[in-house]
């Protein structure tokens, strides 16, 4: 049998880990049902000896990294995983070959050239993480919260989501024979992951409600019943994300590059990566840190707001109002953590517009790669910060793209249709390539190819 041939030599070493309040610093044994410390109720990371800051900061970095190289030829499961591949920075699960896993990670990074010239830079660089198995992040860090809750011995797993962690969900429940629980605000969801939630089995609720108001009814429902919370509250969801990080840098060869720009909604995704790239410097695998951005919708910009107000030192919930879906978030959870984030590389935070955020799409979407709304975020982010001169037009920028095109096809076609919103700003109307209905007659159809010629 393929998955059970060893080829690669086990881990050198295991991570024994400790849950820390990145709040007032508390260290607990375990963390209760909704990770939320008992004495300040902020979020828990995960810390390792060797973490910035820990006890072993020599570690091991050099001997990991030919390890996790080695294994990119193993057929192993865990080693397809690009996530399972850089087990050393992530907790030790008591048995390992247990994992589930959907070979998630191993996204590519692509050049996106129409994208770089459309924000004024020489080059542009995307990881496309919509090209996990359910099609966004999400998958990266439920392969770890899912292994964890079915050691545990856990039957239920539950989320509140605007989407893409619901399909993530309820794939790996399916995947680790869990049931699953999905809550979504009602008519707020795109199709297509509604459809990929009952596909895999969720129970599914739509509520009256958001998504902060289904967080809300969530942390209600799980202090009353024993399900197992995967919200990125859970500490071990964001230890998985964060080898995304560790990924690109692989496929950097090392060499870090000047930006990283995410999307921000509930705020973990950046924090994760953030995290990721401070523990690779703790293990001297590098020695510049790239800068991490993160691109809020203006009507969901709680963030932005807090550091223009605030300089970040507290964040004032609002009520989220965004067509990406992904980002409609006015209380993000793991604010706190983005802030230390951006603080510790050098980041900052940027709101765009609606229609900002369409013809960054439609930009995107003409480089050949596809994305969700939120995703886009990142790209008009970009554009708006090289305008500003904050980002240099000769840097080296990645954005990462977080979903897939096909998880919001309406928003798209209305796009090109003229039908969004931002129809109303003719600028972009250059970038609008909306079907054409025609006679079928070879003369109209040469005719749209002669009239395309003459278009740059
Ligand atoms: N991009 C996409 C495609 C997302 O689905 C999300 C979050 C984000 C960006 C924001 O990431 O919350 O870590 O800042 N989606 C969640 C969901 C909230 O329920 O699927 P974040």
């Given amino acids: 049998m393929i998955e059970s041939r060893p080829s690669v030599p086990p881990p050198v070493a295991t991570a024994a880990y400790r849950l820390r309040c990145v709040g007032c610093g508390a260290a607990p044994r375990a963390a209760g049902g909704d990770f939320r410390c008992a004495e300040c109720r902020e979020l828990f990371e995960v810390v390792y000896p060797w973490s910035p800051g820990g006890e072993d900061a020599i570690a091991h970095g050099e001997t990991w990294r030919a390890l996790w190289q080695a294994r990119r030829h193993s057929n192993l499961p865990l080693d397809q995983s690009g996530v399972w591949r850089f087990r050393e920075l992530l907790p030790v699960l008591e048995r390992p070959a247990e994992a589930i896993t959907l070979r998630e990670g191993q996204t590519p990074v692509y050049t996106l050239p129409r994208s770089a010239a459309y924000a004024g830079l020489q080059q542009l660089w995307a990881k496309h993480q919509g090209m996990n198995p359910t099609a966004s992040f999400k998958d990266t860090g439920m392969t770890v919260a899912l292994s964890r809750a079915r050691e545990m011995g856990m039957a239920w797993v539950a989320c509140a989501s605007t989407g893409n962690t619901s399909a993530s969900m309820a794939a790996y429940a399916a995947r680790a024979g869990m049931r699953s629980l999905v809550l979504i605000p009602e008519g707020k969801i795109a199709w297509g992951k509604l459809a990929q939630a009952i ?15 289904c967080v809300r009814i969530l942390n209600q429902v799980i202090s009353r019943a024993p399900v197992y919370l995967v919200n990125s509250v859970n500490p071990f969801r964001v230890e998985g994300q964060k080898t995304a990080a560790v990924e690109l840098m692989e496929q950097c060869d090392w060499q870090a590059p000047d930006h990283i720009v995410v999307p921000g909604g509930n705020l973990a995704n950046g924090a994760a990566l ?32 807090s550091r223009r107000e605030n300089g970040g030192r507290s964040l004032q919930p609002l009520q989220a109002e965004t067509l990406a879906s992904a980002i409609r978030i006015g209380n993000p959870a793991s604010w706190r953590k983005a802030v230390q984030v951006l ?27 596809g994305c969700e709304p939120a995703s886009a975020a990142t790209l008009a982010g970009v554009a708006k910060l090289r305008a500003q001169g904050w980002i240099q037009a000769g840097e080296r920028v990645v954005l990462i793209l977080t979903g897939h095109a096909l998880k919001d096809p309406e928003y798209t076609l209305d796009f090109h249709r003229g039908k969004l919103p931002p129809a109303t700003v003719p600028e972009l109307d250059y970038a609008r390539r909306p079907p054409l209905s025609l006679d079928a007659d070879p ?12 278009r740059p």
């Fill in 343 to 369: 603080d510790a590389t050098g980041g900052t935070c940027e709101d765009v517009t609606e229609a900002e955020i369409a013809a960054a799409k439609a930009v995107i979407g003409a480089d050949g790669i």
């Fill in 443 to 454: 003369a109209a159809v040469l005719h749209v190819i002669e009239s395309w010629q003459a």
């Fill in 274 to 305: 953030g995290k990721g790239l401070l523990e690779l410097r703790a293990l001297g695998l590098l020695d510049r840190l790239p800068r991490v951005s993160v691109i809020q919708a203006v009507g969901a910009n709680p963030l932005v707001r």
């Fill in 199 to 213: 596909d895999y089995g969720a129970v599914t609720c739509q509520l009256q409600t958001d998504f902060d108001g």
